[in-house]
């Protein structure tokens, strides 16, 4: 509803579009991937999986004969029991883990998803928390006169337009996590097929770890969201009642961008905290 006052309905409509924003952001990270949209992309990420095991499985033969080659002195040493079982063994895991990984990145994904839930619980619904216009801005706003609105109008056009800038790149984030899964889970064969070969294995496991970290990005995301709540919760130190109406919208604008910033910052900053605990 509307306060007949442009300079309060302008930063009602930024903090509307950040708490909307930062609703959705909650809800998509919550989703699992055959969630997403209605599982209509995950269904076509399946069929892709799907197609290109055939790829996988047949490079699987050739780092297997690679690794075979080059790991083994001589055809003497394949003759050997233990060394064939050893091979054999090798072979025949690396060919469960290309069948299967679909299942495997699955359980990878749903481990990193209880993490998230196990925080989320602890603070609630992050998108229940609204960001609101406290209620000595308004009235400080609707009693300032014509001639002090003028840079009011200034103030809050920048500071709702940086708003709604964060909100965007915020919900970009989360959604190019999605993304990220879909791809590894889409391509997840051909990787995973080099664990037929010894001298290849690192491929496939800097492949799962790499998954893993996107997975991880989620319980990130959410502390930065606990984080975000506690600074949101605290009461603004940079406001000063007896001030003019320009000063005090200008402080309360300032320090509700740094504190937004705060929260977009981490969750922008989540893929490289992941990659740096997990030695990416």
């Given at each position: ?118 925080i ?85 496991k800097?492949?799962l770890?790499?998954y ?6 989620g ?8 984080i ?18 320009v ?7 300032g ?26």
């Amino acid at each position: 509803m509307g306060s007949e006052n442009w300079v309060v309905d302008n930063l009602n409509n930024a903090l509307d579009t950040w708490n909307q924003k930062l609703g959705e952001m909650w809800t998509l990270i919550t989703q699992t991937p055959e969630e997403f949209k209605g599982g209509g992309i995950w269904a076509v990420i399946v069929d892709i999986n799907g197609a290109l095991k055939a790829v996988g499985l047949a490079l699987l033969v050739l780092f297997f004969v690679a690794g075979v080659v080059k790991t083994t002195g001589n055809l003497s040493e394949i003759k050997r029991p233990e060394h064939a079982l050893k091979l054999f063994l090798r072979f025949a895991l690396a060919k469960a883990v290309v069948t299967y990984g679909m299942d495997l990145m699955l359980v990878l994904f749903r481990i990193c998803q209880g993490v998230v839930s196990t925080i989320s619980r602890s603070v609630g619904n992050i998108g229940d928390r609204a960001v609101v216009l406290p209620d000595m801005i308004r009235d400080k706003i609707t009693e300032a006169g014509f001639l002090e609105s003028i840079p009011l109008w200034i103030v809050t056009l920048l500071g709702s337009l940086f708003i709604t800038i964060l909100a965007f790149i915020m919900i970009m984030t989360v959604y190019g996590r999605f993304f990220k899964l879909y791809m590894y889970t889409a391509i997840a064969p051909i990787p995973l097929s080099t664990f037929a070969g010894q001298p290849t294995a690192s491929i496939g496991k800097a492949f799962l770890k790499s998954y893993a970290g996107v997975c991880l990005e989620g319980a990130i995301i959410v502390l930065a969201c606990v984080i975000f709540s506690v600074f949101a919760a605290s009461p603004l130190a940079n406001v000063d009642p007896s001030l003019s109406a320009v000063q005090v919208v200008w402080n309360y604008v300032g320090e509700l961008i740094f504190n937004l910033l705060v929260l977009v910052g981490a969750v922008k900053m989540s893929e490289r905290i992941v990659k740096e605990m997990m030695g990416l």
